[in-house]
């Protein structure tokens, strides 16, 4: 690239023959030589310094192009690498479209007693499903049940179709989360028609419990048990006057459970108290809410509490968790089908 000195230093030559030689009549030959040497001097420093400042003006552009084509490098081999794992990823699918494909021809029986092949979300639910993606060794293998991990064991050495390849042995306890609870209340109570709250926290592994509205929050679908106990004193009742106090459970605002104490004649005394239970084994959903309220009759009666006494417990834990819902899947496959 031409320099910018080998085309300004022309014309600044011209422009100062024009200023010598229009100042020709006024000056000296010895002044005008002065004032040319002076303004050449002048014109060579302005030269110089535009000369630096384009050159460093052009590096600069040359750092920020080199710093672009860098990061588009870059970016190009980031995903050509993307490219490359959803190609394999595909691939992969693929292959086992084609394996379920092959398997498929079995019917799918809600009843029946083997497990069919389904392959939820990539997870083999027989020893079908392992054999057809290449298990080869004879031995035991987890599989996906219709609600839980069950272990099976595979003899490879059989058929497809036959019986024998698959001999179901148990489930196993899995559970995603720990979940149970114990609270306890230090105070009398009696109002009707709201969860009973509690005061006293010792167990709430998961968090599904709160103690100060007393309900329980199903943080999984599964099988729950809960247990409430508590003592229950009567006021002074008439001769014959019949007392009731109960303590149900409720499940999403539908009871589920009643424990119910009846009293003739009943008399105040701190030393006279009922006990009243209640257990229960619930099948809840995620998110399904569980609690006790009380009920009682005409005369008044309340659960017996003191700050350290603790007579009345409620508390309960995750039986089983149903980490798959096979059956809806089936079920939706034959809908598919028919």
Not at 31 to 39: I, L, N
Not at 41 to 60: G, L, M, R, S, W
Not at 117 to 125: G, Q, V
């Amino acid at each position: 690239m031409a320099r910018p000195s080998s085309i300004l230093i022309p014309i600044g030559i011209l422009m100062l023959t024009w200023s010598t030689c229009s100042t020709a009549a006024a000056l000296s030959l010895e002044d005008r030589f002065q004032q040319f040497q002076e303004d050449y001097i002048q014109f060579k420093k302005t030269v110089n310094e535009k000369e630096v400042t384009i050159e460093a003006e052009q590096k600069a552009k040359d750092q920020q192009n080199s710093k672009f084509r860098e990061s588009l490098v870059n970016k190009i081999n980031e995903l050509e690498g993307k490219v490359a794992i959803l190609e394999s990823q595909l691939h992969q699918q693929d292959q086992q479209t084609a394996a379920i494909s092959s398997i498929n021809a079995i019917p799918i029986d809600v009843n029946d007693t083997k497990h069919q092949s389904r392959f939820i979300n990539e997870m083999p639910s027989s020893c079908r499903d392992l054999k057809v993606i290449g298990h080869t060794l004879n031995g035991l293998y987890s599989i996906i049940g219709l609600q839980a991990v069950e272990t099976v064991y595979c003899n490879f050495n059989k058929q497809l179709d036959d019986p024998d390849l698959e001999n179901w042995i148990g489930y196993q306890d899995l559970k995603t989360r720990s979940t149970y609870f114990h609270v306890q209340k230090t105070e009398k109570f009696s109002t009707v028609d709201i969860p009973i709250p509690f005061e006293r926290l010792l167990l709430n592994k998961g968090g599904a419990m709160n103690l100060e509205t007393g309900i329980f929050t199903a943080p999984v679908t599964g099988t729950y048990f809960f247990s409430f106990n508590g003592v229950v004193q009567f006021e002074l009742t008439s001769a014959g006057e019949l007392s009731e106090f109960a303590v149900r459970l409720y499940r999403n605002n539908q009871e589920v459970g009643r424990s119910q104490i009846n009293e003739v004649n009943a008399i105040t005394n701190i030393n006279y108290l009922m006990p009243i239970t209640l257990q229960s084994t619930l099948k809840l959903k995620a998110a399904d809410k569980v609690w006790v309220q009380v009920n009682r009759g005409p005369v008044y009666g309340y659960l017996f509490d003191y700050a350290d006494t603790y007579s009345t417990n409620f508390n309960g834990w995750l039986l089983e968790e149903e980490i798959f819902d096979i059956e809806n899947v089936v079920h939706a496959q034959l809908d598919s089908k028919y």
